[in-house]
C-alpha cells in the first residue's frame, strides 16, 4: 500500500473553479482500479494552497492513474486554475506497527 501526496497552489482568483474540477478529478480517481481512499485539505494559514492525500493498493495502480486518459483529461482543465506544478510525493509506511 502506498500514499500519495499531491501538493497544488491555486491561482488567485481561481479558487472556485478548482473546486470544481479538482472534484471531478476526485471522483474519477474513486473509480481507478487500486484505489483505496482520499482526503483534500486546505492550508489553514495559506489558503491557496491545497493537498490531496490518497491512499492506493499499489505503486502500480498509481502509476496506471497517473498515465490514464482520464488523469489526463481532467489535469487539461485543472492546469489552467494552478499557479505553479503540482508537487507529488510518493509515500509508505517505513516502521513496523505504524510507530
Known amino acids: 500500500m502506498i500514499y500519495v501526496l499531491v501538493e497544488r497552489h491555486i491561482a488567485d ?3 472556485s473553479t478548482y473546486q470544481l474540477v479538482a472534484r471531478q478529478a476526485l471522483e474519477a480517481a474513486y473509480r481507478a482500479p487500486g484505489f483505496i481512499n482520499g482526503e483534500t485539505l486546505r492550508d489553514m ?3 491557496n494552497h491545497h493537498y490531496l492525500l490518497s491512499k492506493w ?4 495502480d498509481w502509476k496506471r492513474w497517473y498515465y490514464s ?4 483529461e481532467v ?3 485543472l492546469n489552467p486554475t494552478l499557479a505553479d506544478f503540482e508537487t507529488i ?3 509508505e509506511h517505513w516502521m513496523a506497527g505504524g510507530g
Open 75 to 77: 489535469m487539461n482543465q
Open 45 to 47: 494559514q495559506r489558503p
Open 69 to 72: 486518459s482520464e488523469r489526463l
Open 13 to 15: 482568483g481561481m479558487e
Open 89 to 91: 510525493t510518493l509515500l
Open 57 to 60: 493498493r499499489s505503486l502500480h
